[in-house]
């Protein structure tokens, strides 16, 4: 059974930085991908980071390009989410997921779809 376990979010001010980390056991063996989405109340839960499963390719969405940077630690079966010049509008519920990677991963990394499993999600608030 795959575990996917989130760090413990917290509350920052507007412009400071927060980094979260996914540990994950209990994983088959393959070639997993990582992402990193968060859902804000009364919204979709929104793609916010990937990286490839050996860490070459990084991807991010618009929102937090420049800001956010992730990275993955094999060795600790850990991936990490460096959240910097953090925002009001970053608040949200922090999921990190992992699936697969097949060539579908590449066209569809920004959807829920390729992963599957999912962390219980961290909350991360900013204050303005």
């Known amino acids: 059974q795959v575990r996917l376990v989130e760090s413990e979010g917290g509350l920052v001010q507007a412009g400071n930085s927060l980094k979260l980390s996914c540990s994950a056991s209990g994983r088959p063996y393959g070639r997993y991908a990582t992402a990193w989405f968060r859902q804000a109340p009364g919204k979709e839960r929104e793609f916010v980071s990937a990286?490839?499963?050996?860490?070459?390719?990084?991807y991010y969405a618009d929102s937090v390009k420049g800001r956010f940077a992730i990275s993955r630690d094999d060795d600790k079966n850990t991936v990490y989410l460096q959240m910097n010049s953090l925002k009001f509008e970053d608040t949200a519920v922090y999921y990190c997921?992992?699936?697969?990677?097949?060539?579908?991963?590449?066209?569809?990394?920004?959807?829920?779809?390729?992963?599957?499993?999912w962390g219980q999600g961290t909350q991360v608030t900013v204050s303005s």
């Open positions: 990286v490839t499963w050996n860490g070459l390719r990084k």
């Open positions: 997921a992992e699936g697969l990677e097949t060539p579908d991963f590449f066209v569809y990394y920004r959807q829920k779809d390729p992963y599957d499993f």
